[in-house]
């Protein structure tokens, strides 16, 4: 269990980065390319608004699977097997 729980952790942060792209791509097909037609869109979701929330939620969950890894790996058992 602990595994699938570190695992999950660990990848988890590629969510939240998926979906600020997505974000970013879906707001170019429904408000750009329509405007570009010379078209008015009907939509009033706010797709880059989401897409920087998401990018941001996904940067500080990659910073802290960095931290945790780098925690991990330079714990305590690490540096007495060094010293010695």
Sequence with gaps: MRR??????????????WLSGLSVFTFLDAEVWPRLR????????PFLD??????TVGVLWLAAVLFFW????SGPKRASADAG
Excluded at 38 to 45: K, L
């Design 38 to 45: 010379g078209e008015t869109p009907g939509n009033s979701f």
């Design 70 to 73: 780098a925690w991990r790996s």
């Design 50 to 55: 989401f897409g920087l929330q998401a990018f």
């Design 4 to 17: 699938i729980i570190i695992a999950t952790f660990s990848a988890g942060w590629l969510l939240p980065m």
